[in-house]
């Protein structure tokens, strides 16, 4: 099954219900889910057009936005990879992943395309194809927009891949992680009842796999307006002004997101009501992050949430399970409380010793 076989149903269920709600051009835009539909099968087609056939790696440099999901619904459809990598690296590690897996196509926005200038790597992609109007040795993805929409989904077997990403192979050869579309598909079942995505709820969205499990669950995503690749050090007030005129109810985020927020919060002597599950993981969670998102998000039960690139969500526990002895065994060394790990995953713990 193709994972956008799961995403197609929401537009048909809800087509006119908002999927990504994001910035652009200085605007606040908002995509729907039937117009990410319609979008996807025309991306779909242009890939076609331009020679990319089902099997194909297409290495995606993109911020989060609905472009990013655009671009990935049209190559789920045409039964492509999608292959992202840390483009901040350099490009000797640019060059190392494009020789693990070599991309036949590279989708990018205008200023990721001049990276070209000093990556070999990159400029050896057979196509290039860019999210700008006018981007010299580029085909603009906006041509897209004449072309009849390709209505077909490429069927595709469980273990077919989907995403590929990299490690950033700061200690060695960079690591591929491969998520298939059975992969997919199963973590959107277990997101979908370990975060409790809700139908036409709106998620305040910082990390990139959660928005596929909101569009497949008929949740609205809200990409904040900041710069998500350096979560510690966003300008809080824009994202707060989007809490609050867009009211979401749950957010997934790293505590360095969640901490910038709640210093605009205590330099103004405000709070952030609404939020009911705010689960925060991808970096340790100590315990006065705890206690400092609890204040300051007073509706919110706060999770810390353990997982990994491979296996997203392995644990996570509410501070409101933790006893006064858990929060002080952390404090005092004991380590971080991941909680019990979720049903659907089986986990077995490694000795702490050499060989």
């Not at 040795?137 to 004449?146: D, H, K, M, V």
């Not at 998500?228 to 957010?251: D, E, N």
């Not at 006893?323 to 019990?340: F, I, N, P, Q």
Request: net charge neutral; with cysteine.
């Amino acid at each position: 099954m193709n994972i956008v076989e799961i995403l197609q149903r929401q537009a048909k269920e809800r087509p006119d219900a908002p999927a990504i709600i994001d910035m652009h051009a200085g605007r606040e835009r908002v995509t729907t889910f039937a117009g990410l539909d319609h979008a996807s099968a025309k991306g779909s087609a242009l890939l076609r057009e331009t020679g990319l056939v089902e099997g194909d790696t297409v290495l995606v440099f993109q911020p989060m936005s609905a472009e990013l999901y655009i671009a990935l619904m049209a190559l789920f459809r045409a039964g492509m990879t999608a292959m992202f990598l840390d483009p901040s690296a350099g490009r000797e590690h640019i060059a190392r992943c494009c020789a693990i897996r070599p991309p036949q196509a590279l989708v990018a926005s205008s200023k990721a395309h001049l990276l070209r200038l000093i990556s070999p790597a990159l400029r050896h992609i057979p196509r290039h194809i860019c999210f700008s109007r006018f981007m010299p040795g580029c085909i603009p993805w906006q041509r897209a927009e004449t072309i009849k929409p390709c209505q077909t989904i490429t069927p595709c077997v469980a273990d077919a891949p989907a995403l590929i990403t990299f490690t950033s192979g700061s200690t060695g050869q960079p690591k591929a992680a491969v998520r298939s579309h059975g992969f997919l598909l199963e973590q959107h079942r277990v997101l979908e009842r370990a975060i409790s995505l809700t139908p036409g709820a709106v998620d305040l969205t910082t990390l990139p796999i959660f928005v596929l499990a909101n569009l497949a669950s008929g949740v609205t995503s809200l990409i904040p307006d900041a710069d998500l690749r350096y979560p510690g050090k966003i300008k809080a007030l824009p994202v707060l002004h989007q809490i609050y005129r867009h009211h979401p109810v749950s957010v997934v985020a790293s505590p360095a997101f969640l901490a910038c927020l709640c210093g605009a919060c205590e330099a103004s002597g405000r709070t952030v009501p609404g939020f009911r599950p705010l689960f925060t993981g991808g970096a340790p969670v100590f315990p006065d992050h705890l206690e400092r998102f609890a204040a300051i998000f007073p509706d919110a039960d706060v999770v810390a949430v353990y997982g990994s690139t491979e296996a997203e969500p392995i644990a996570h526990i509410s501070r409101q399970a933790m006893s006064s002895d858990d929060l002080d065994a952390m404090t005092s060394g004991g380590g971080l409380l991941a909680g019990e790990p979720v049903e659907e995953i089986a986990v077995r713990i490694i000795v702490s010793r050499w060989g």
